[in-house]
Structure formats: structure tokens, C-alpha cells
């Protein structure tokens, strides 16, 4: 296999709770059980957190891991990993969620293995939903070709069952991606694209010029960490 690495994109500010990764989580902090989990999964041949801020880097560092920290103002966690890239040489490149704390071992393992497939340039997550919750504009949908390839990325349902027949699947988009080094450098390096910007979702950008995402099945379900209700349940869930 490639050598991969596991980069978590850790920005300290944040809207719905304020410096939610450094809130405590059963004695360490949500940064901290996000990079441990994400070692503890055993997958990745190193683990970074790549961050904007000083208290982040302390708490990486006291216990143990390793740390970029970013100069540049960033748009996007993908952005920022993007620039990590001047000091990992990994060949594969996971964007680990720094507010999911409880990484899955198997969903991150298939998430790496389909780059055995050449044709693939990023791969993502997917978990089937029910049509209830495909309504919700706040769960991203994707729907796939004959090969598990991201044909759409919508916040709106797709598809849309017109003649009402029974057993249609719907998926929820799980924002893990895995990339080429090589392709995760030229999409950060692209301009905004138009269905980006009307969807506000940045994978759109990687399907409008012809990258190939390739979706991966996972029955984990993840806990991100958004609001003091998220941090509540995380919790209890520890």
C-alpha cells in the first residue's frame, strides 16, 4: 500500500461553539480524542494535526503528536491541509474531521483501500438514510454510478422519486475525503466553481473538473461536535 497519512485540520475559532476542540471531553479535549482515535485506528503510517492556533498545538503535544502550524488564512480544512503538504510526503492524504472525536477503524481501512483502484482520485463516505431525513437541507446527499462513483452532491433530495416507488435509497454524504497528494494540490489551487458556489458544498468543485470520487459504504455513524448538545452527547457516549 501507498504511505498515507491522517491530517486533522484544526481551526480553533468557531461559530456555534466557541473553541469547541479544546472543550474538555472526559478529561482530555475534543482535539486531543480526535488525534488519538485517529492513531488508535492503526491505519495511517503517521498522524498530523494541522492547526491555527498555539493552545491547539500545546494540547497535540502533550500527548505526544505531532503538529503543522499553518501561516495562511484558510477557507476551508482542505485548504489548510493543502498546505501541511510542505512537510508530509505521504502519497495518500486523509482529511480527518478535528470535532469527530470516535474515529470507525473499518470505515477508515476501506476508505484507503480503493486507491488500489488507478482510476480513483479522491474516495469519500456514504451511509444509507431514510427519505425523512433526505428532506433535511442540513444532510448532504450524493448519488452514485454502476461503479460507486459521486455522480451529484446536493443539499437538496436526490432523486427525486417522481413516481413514488417503494425501497428508493438515499445517502448521506459522511465529510471524510481521502486524496491523491497530486490531486488534493491542484484542487486547492482551483477556483471556486458555480455549482460550489450555489450549493455551498466544495465537492462540487472536484466533480465540475472531472475528478473522480469514489464513495465508500459505512454503517458508522458519526458524532460531530457543533453546538454544547453535540459535546453533551459525546459525553455520554464516552
Do not use: C
Amino acid at each position: 500500500m501507498p504511505h498515507t497519512a491522517a491530517l486533522i485540520p484544526a481551526r480553533y475559532a468557531s461559530t456555534r461553539l466557541p473553541s469547541k476542540l479544546v472543550q474538555d471531553l472526559g478529561g482530555k479535549s475534543v482535539i486531543q480524542r480526535t488525534y488519538l482515535s485517529t492513531v488508535a485506528s492503526g491505519v495511517f503510517n503517521e498522524v498530523w494535526v494541522v492547526t491555527d492556533h498555539l493552545e491547539i498545538k500545546k494540547q497535540i503535544e502533550e500527548v505526544g503528536g505531532t503538529v503543522f502550524v499553518s501561516k495562511e488564512v484558510h477557507e476551508s480544512g482542505s485548504d489548510r491541509i493543502a498546505e501541511a503538504l510542505s512537510a508530509v510526503n505521504a502519497d495518500i492524504i486523509v482529511n480527518v474531521q478535528g470535532d469527530e472525536p470516535f474515529q470507525d477503524r473499518k470505515s477508515l481501512i476501506d476508505l484507503v483501500e480503493v486507491f488500489k483502484d488507478p482510476r480513483v482520485d479522491v474516495a469519500s463516505l456514504k451511509s444509507r438514510i431514510s427519505a425523512v431525513e433526505a428532506e433535511n437541507p442540513n444532510v448532504v446527499k450524493v448519488v452514485v454510478d454502476l461503479w460507486g462513483d459521486a455522480l451529484y452532491f446536493s443539499r437538496s433530495l436526490i432523486p427525486y422519486n417522481r413516481e413514488k416507488l417503494k425501497d428508493v435509497a438515499y445517502w448521506k454524504h459522511v465529510g471524510i475525503y481521502a486524496y491523491r497528494r497530486e490531486v488534493l494540490q491542484a484542487f486547492t489551487n482551483l477556483p471556486k466553481s458555480n455549482l460550489e458556489s450555489i450549493e455551498m458544498l466544495e465537492q462540487l468543485r472536484l466533480l465540475e473538473n472531472g475528478y473522480r470520487i469514489r464513495m465508500v459504504d459505512t454503517l458508522h455513524q458519526t458524532v460531530s461536535i457543533d453546538t454544547a448538545e453535540d459535546l453533551e452527547k459525546a459525553r455520554r457516549i464516552l
